[in-house]
């Protein structure tokens, strides 16, 4: 089955500074690689996503890039705001197959002031 | 995107009890998933609500343990039966609609469950 790494687990950045979050994944049937959001005492919300069809997506100041040679994506924030600290949550998922989501085990953003 | 209301969104248990999470979507949706968030943890796939049929379980979770339903496309249901303090956890219904240009994958607020 699929399994995802995700690093760092834990990110400071400077307010204003770029974030960068690393997954890596398994399974290279994989063809959907989405990013989710989770503030304290909510659900995961889905900020972007990617599919294996394209190697960068980009939406204001977030940005997904994927190697699929390397089985490896990675998450884009830049000018960094206090409302982007949260945990990040990266997935896999092979839809075209019906099936489910597999996470990483989150990394938890801090932007200092 | 889908809106999901999840009911309850807390509750505090007695251990050896049962409770009974519900999911609703404002759409027709093809896939419903059940995932449990320990605190701090990252979220673990519980099973994929089938309608019509038994629930897909993942390794680790049993359907006498966490009985659920879907009897349409819009609704499902999971139990967390015969509760101890270890079940303790946040637990997230998720849905997705799956297609070439439209896939997709939404969360619940969540339902922090505590058995005491």
């Known amino acids: 089955g699929e399994n995802v790494e995700q690093h760092p687990s834990t990110l400071s950045v400077q307010e204003g500074d770029s974030a960068v979050i690393k997954c890596t994944y398994s399974?290279?049937?994989?063809?959907?690689f989405p990013w989710y959001k989770q503030e304290l005492g909510k659900g995961p919300q889905l900020i972007i996503d990617i599919r294996s069809n394209v190697g960068e997506k980009k939406d204001q100041r977030i940005a997904v890039t994927l190697n699929k040679t390397a089985k490896h994506f990675s998450l884009h924030i830049t000018e960094t705001q206090p409302e982007d600290s949260a945990v990040y949550f990266c997935?896999?998922?092979?839809?075209?197959?019906?099936?489910?989501?597999?996470f990483g085990k989150g990394t938890r953003l801090h932007i200092l002031p | 995107s889908a809106v999901i209301s999840q009911k309850p969104s807390r509750d505090i248990c007695q251990r050896g009890t049962s409770l009974t999470i519900q999911c609703q979507v404002d759409s027709q949706v093809t896939m419903m998933f059940w995932y449990r968030q320990q605190p701090g943890q990252s979220l673990t796939l519980i099973a994929t609500a089938n309608q019509g049929s038994e629930a897909t379980y993942e390794s680790g979770f049993v359907i006498d343990k966490f009985p659920i339903s879907r009897p349409n496309l819009t609704f499902s249901t999971l139990t967390v039966s015969n509760m101890s303090p270890e079940d303790s956890s946040i637990y997230l219904c998720?849905?997705?609609?799956?297609?070439?240009?439209?896939?997709?994958?939404?969360f619940g607020q969540g339902t922090r469950l505590t058995v005491v």
């Open positions: 997935a896999a998922s092979r839809p075209d197959r019906d099936d489910k989501i597999i």
């Open positions: 998720s849905v997705a609609q799956w297609g070439v240009t439209d896939t997709e994958a939404f």
């Open positions: 399974d290279s049937a994989s063809n959907y």
